[in-house]
């Protein structure tokens, strides 16, 4: 069984932080969003919205240098990459539109703001959504900071047909030696520029950037603001450059386990990948016991609601809960968009009542009610993934377990939305049970 300490990416990443800080900011990313409706002024909910939106990236990045699975990372960029569309949607319709800059790159004297639009688009070619990389585009597109810096035109150009030709950068230090990198002649002179790069990139951030040594400056609230120190590019354009990382992939910034994902899987256009997660030809119906035949949301109509997601090869598994076991089948899902990925840790209140899997054994399951501690794993502590699609129920005057959209049982032409935490009402004056139909 794996620890903490071996599973992180990084070697100045606190347990004990990491396991108080997600579920904090994972609350107050909930709070805002359930409080968009009570917002009146739109600078206000353009505010809001930006805030959940580097919070969401601020909690996947703290993920990834914490060691969680990469496929479950590369299904929550999306939800990222939305909050932020809906940030530049909700400024753009703000008095000062007009001096639109979408999600700012230029943050005063500070580059944290460049440094995470460009690991944004580094995680998404790295963890093969290329799907996103228009999406993440579109987020600067119209601004000045579209089409005139080459970092950023070198990630995207692969993908996005008629580029213009771009010869300067926004940040000469140290960017500009991973640009000279890529434009050697030779193999062995890509390669050592690529490491000077890395080796350079984190002592040119200080000064210039907020996150520079951050680790060393923890509050005594028991929380990091430290999320990981990552040259993201620098993997991506060794990957499309194809450059050997072997000299620098120790380098403790080099995210050497997005590369290897990156390379276990063959580039795609965002229209193969787009292809790919609607599935194409959607597989056949597979029974229980069998292996998964494509990576990817699955259902069985053995019970209803129950959504899983599964690696190619999995041992699609039978459900105890249903009388028909091991004769049930698996169905591909028409709608292969991702989902919110709820982590806990033992000892912790899980945020989210229903069923949940051992992060490094989905083997190992437990259902707990909203608010009730996880729980130790053969006495040891475990960090714990809820299950997304476990099947939500609740009758009238429970708390609504999941904010979304609800349907009566007992009058399944009524559909309401409920936040999380709402007493759930009768119907005409009598007790009624209520299904969850679309978490939101």
Not at 98 to 103: E, G, H, K, V
């Amino acid at each position: 069984m794996s620890s903490f300490r071996d599973r992180r990416r990084q070697i100045f990443l606190d347990e004990a932080r990491y396991i108080k800080t997600v579920p904090f900011v994972q609350d107050w990313v909930r709070e805002l969003g359930e409080g968009r409706s009570a917002v009146k002024a739109q600078e206000e909910l353009a505010g809001s919205e930006r805030t959940i939106a580097d919070n969401l990236w601020w909690i996947w990045s703290l993920r990834q240098t914490a060691g969680e699975p990469l496929h479950l990372l590369a299904q929550e960029l999306e939800p990222i990459v939305v909050a932020y569309e809906r940030y530049v949607d909700a400024y753009e319709d703000t008095p000062d539109a007009a001096f639109y800059d979408a999600i700012r790159l230029w943050d005063g004297e500070l580059m944290d703001t460049y440094v995470d639009y460009v690991n944004l688009l580094s995680a998404a070619v790295l963890l093969h959504r290329e799907d996103l990389i228009p999406r993440i585009h579109s987020l600067i597109a119209g601004s000045e900071y579209d089409g005139s810096d080459l970092v950023i035109e070198e990630l995207i150009k692969p993908y996005l047909p008629d580029r213009p030709e771009v010869d300067e950068w926004l940040w000469n230090e140290p960017y500009h030696l991973a640009m000279d990198a890529i434009i050697e002649d030779t193999a062995g002179k890509r390669e050592k520029g690529m490491r000077a790069y890395v080796k350079a990139w984190y002592p040119s951030m200080k000064g210039y950037s907020g996150f520079w040594n951050k680790h060393a400056r923890e509050d005594d609230d028991g929380m990091t603001t430290y999320v990981g120190y990552w040259t993201m590019e620098a993997a991506a354009l060794s990957y499309l450059y194809n450059i050997d990382d072997t000299s620098y992939r120790d380098e403790i910034v080099y995210p050497k386990d997005l590369a290897d994902y990156a390379r276990s899987q063959p580039q795609r256009s965002p229209e193969a990948a787009r292809l790919a997660l609607r599935g194409g030809t959607s597989p056949a119906p597979t029974t229980a016991g069998e292996p998964c035949p494509r990576s990817g949301w699955w259902s069985t109509p053995a019970l209803h609601d129950e959504r899983r997601y599964f690696l190619i090869g999995d041992t699609l598994p039978t459900l105890d809960t249903t009388p028909a076991k091991g004769h049930i089948t698996w169905h591909w899902e028409a709608d292969q968009s991702p989902v919110p990925v709820i982590v806990g840790h033992t000892g912790l209140p899980a945020p989210r009542a229903g069923l949940w899997l051992k992060q490094d054994h989905a083997d190992v399951r437990c259902r707990v009610e909203l608010n009730q501690p996880l729980p130790l794993h053969e006495g040891n502590v475990a960090i714990w993934v809820w299950q997304e699609g476990v099947a939500f129920s609740a009758a009238s005057g429970k708390p609504c377990p999941r904010a979304g959209r609800w349907r009566c049982e007992d009058a399944p032409q009524v559909e309401r939305t409920f936040a999380e935490g709402e007493t759930l009402p009768p119907l005409d004056g009598r007790a009624v049970v209520w299904r969850l139909l679309q978490a939101i």
